[in-house]
């Protein structure tokens, strides 16, 4: 293929950086600004590598929601716990308070094993849960 002949003019800090780079990696200067201005001016490659970019993103957009959403799962289920908890406990006479605290030791233990299997399990309640809010009964 012939080649055409370009004269360009640079600064010069840019013509020195060409050099070096040009040396540096053994190949010509014309070499070296041919390859710059291709990529410079194909748009393929920047719209590919954008496009990578969004793709990642996205993913990313994706996994910060659902962080979010198993974020806010834990907070009402925490809440709803407590609440629940308040009110369904009766104060502990003060003779019964060890054999209490003995029972909420071994509550305590079998919940963590519990938990342990499910999470080794790899189930998780927030993929048990509809990603969106049931839509009224009345208006369905």
């Known amino acids: 293929m012939r080649k055409a002949r370009l004269s360009v003019y640079l600064e010069t800090q840019t013509l020195s950086a ?9 190949r010509s200067l ?9 990529a410079y001016v194909a748009p393929a490659v920047d719209e590919a590598r954008d496009a990578a970019l969004l793709r990642r993103l996205d993913r990313l957009g994706r996994q910060m929601d ?4 198993d974020a806010a799962i834990v ?7 407590i609440r629940h908890w308040l009110q369904a406990s009766p104060p502990i006479a003060e003779d019964a ?3 209490a ?15 342990g ?7 998780r309640l927030s993929r048990e849960l509809p990603l969106e809010e049931p839509q009224n009964r009345e208006t369905a």
């Open 97 to 99: 308070k060890p054999a």
């Open 30 to 38: 014309s070499l070296v600004a041919e390859a710059a201005i291709a």
């Open 117 to 123: 299997r499910r999470l080794a399990s790899g189930r």
């Open 66 to 69: 659902r962080g979010e959403r």
């Open 101 to 115: 605290r003995a029972r909420g030791a071994a509550r305590y233990d079998a919940f963590v094993e519990a938990l």
């Open 18 to 26: 060409l050099t070096a780079f040009a040396e540096d990696k053994g």
């Open 75 to 81: 907070l009402e289920t925490l809440a709803l716990f």
